[in-house]
């Protein structure tokens, strides 16, 4: 019992970190405003980029990025402390070998939740973009520089921030799918992709409207 309410507090706090509203608390010490009310509503690196400018923006993304590195870290630090405590046992037959794969998985769904859904905004928040390549990074760097360097170029090309982010998760669905990982990782990637992908669905619609707008522009949907 002791080791499934320690399990359940490790991954809260993965939960913890992604929900970490960066963009809101920017937006707020900055400027002293509700960022959520701006732009797009996003509590994202992009609307921050649109209301605060390319400085805070930056920040922003990289906290952002290295909440969900500090997730991934933390559970692979925690789970082997747990099983070491003399206090607790570990269910019969428990190889933390095998099922680690299994906890990063259940700890970056928990990271892109707490994102979405924080629960210091009343479960509302971002995309969880960048919260993922945070996370897909500390999982498995191959795949996370990877997904990485496809954002970078469709930002280059398309100046879209929500196009390139879209491409940098469907880049991470092929590089998972192509390169040797262990199946929770690839389940993690496929399953968070398409949720950020998802999370981006407004942004479909505009882009399909022709209304999207680039970075430096606003489109007047996304005007006060």
């Known amino acids: 019992m002791i080791f499934w309410m320690m399990s359940a507090v490790g991954l809260a706090v993965a939960y913890l970190f992604g929900s970490t509203p960066t963009g809101y608390l920017a937006g707020k010490l900055l400027k002293g405003i509700d960022i959520r009310q701006r732009g797009s509503k996003s509590i994202g690196a992009t609307n921050v980029l649109r209301t605060l400018g390319k400085w805070p923006a930056l920040a922003v993304f990289l906290v952002d990025v290295l909440k969900g590195v500090a997730a991934i ?4 630090w925690f789970y082997p402390w747990l099983c070491a405590l003399p206090s607790v046992t570990p269910p019969p037959n428990f190889d933390l070998q095998i099922w680690m794969p299994w906890i990063v998985c259940v700890a970056g769904l928990a990271v892109l939740l707490g994102h979405a859904r924080s629960i210091w905004l009343n479960f509302t928040g971002g995309k969880s973009a960048a919260a993922g390549l945070g996370v ?20 280059a090309i398309f100046r879209i921030a929500s196009l390139a982010s879209m491409l940098g998760a469907l880049s991470a ?45 606003s489109s007047p ?3 006060l």
């Open 221 to 223: 949907e996304l005007k």
């Open 136 to 155: 897909m990074l500390a999982m498995s760097w191959p795949v996370g520089l990877g997904a990485a360097a496809a954002f970078a170029l469709g930002l």
């Open 173 to 217: 669905i092929v590089l998972v799918c192509g390169l040797e990982q262990p199946l929770p990782y690839r389940l993690l990637v496929i399953a968070g992709s398409i949720y950020v992908i998802i999370r981006h669905r407004a942004n479909i619609r505009r882009l399909l409207a022709g209304t999207e707008p680039r970075l430096g522009q």
């Open 73 to 76: 870290l933390f559970v692979r």
